[in-house]
């Protein structure tokens, strides 16, 4: 299984988060991207990500599912896109996954919801390489669908790993629950072409990115 990296650099004067994420390139209307990876890196500092595509289920109790909170695994399932690629989720007094098997046609993830389930209390989605990528808000009678097309975005700024978040604001939680908007970087998009594996990725003095194929 190939390992991909992004050597990321901060050449700024801000001491923020690097901050890649996925984004559902199928437009689903619920589907929420997570802080797939974040790491602070002060100015003049260097910070790496690493990642294989390998997936798994996830669920976990948020309540209701908006930009700016912090999502955190109650549980993980492995998964495949060609088999075990189909999961249960119910709730019996509390939330499981259960009954793991292969669905067709592959290429997708699927998680079946019960009718046991309450609403605007947990929320279900995929994860790749150890981290959650998406989730969306679980409800009672309902088949939810991911088909991973992996495509991959970096952003500077606060965050933290799990994070919710608004990829048109960027929201984020304060300590005491209110949202405010952040100091952020501009979106770029990291496209990794064939059969390359590793790019360097630059924050520059002047806050714009420079993405390449060798050390700038």
Same mark, same amino acid.
């Given at each position: ?32 991207? @997570? ?38 695994a109650s549980q993980?399932?492995a998964a495949g @896109? ?26 997708? @993830? ?8 309450p609403m605007n ?43 919710? @978040? ?51």
């Amino acid at each position: 299984m190939d390992t991909y990296s992004i050597n990321f650099t901060n050449n700024s004067s801000n001491a923020w988060s690097a901050c890649v994420f996925q984004m559902d390139e199928n437009n689903q209307a619920g589907v929420m991207s @997570l802080a797939w990876f974040a790491q602070k890196c002060n100015p003049g500092t260097k910070c790496n990500f690493n990642w294989t595509i390998d997936y798994f289920f996830v669920w976990g109790e948020t309540g209701v599912l908006v930009p700016g909170i912090n999502f955190s695994a109650s549980q993980t399932v492995a998964a495949g @896109l060609t088999s075990n690629n189909q999961i249960t989720f119910d709730y019996n007094g509390a939330f499981l996954f259960e009954g793991q098997g292969t669905f067709t046609p592959s290429g997708s @993830l699927y998680i079946n919801e019960t009718t046991n389930i309450p609403m605007n209390t947990a929320s279900v989605g995929f994860g790749m390489s150890g981290a959650g990528t998406f989730v969306v808000q679980a409800q009672p009678n309902i088949n939810v669908i991911f088909t991973p097309n992996p495509k991959y975005y970096m952003v500077f700024g606060i965050f933290n790993q799990g994070d919710v @978040l608004d990829t048109q604001q960027m929201f984020r939680s304060t300590p005491g629950g209110a949202r405010e908007i952040q100091q952020i970087s501009c979106i770029v998009e990291v496209d990794f072409p064939a059969n390359v594996y590793t790019l360097y990725v630059t924050f520059n003095a002047n806050n714009t990115w420079t993405v390449s194929q060798s050390p700038v």
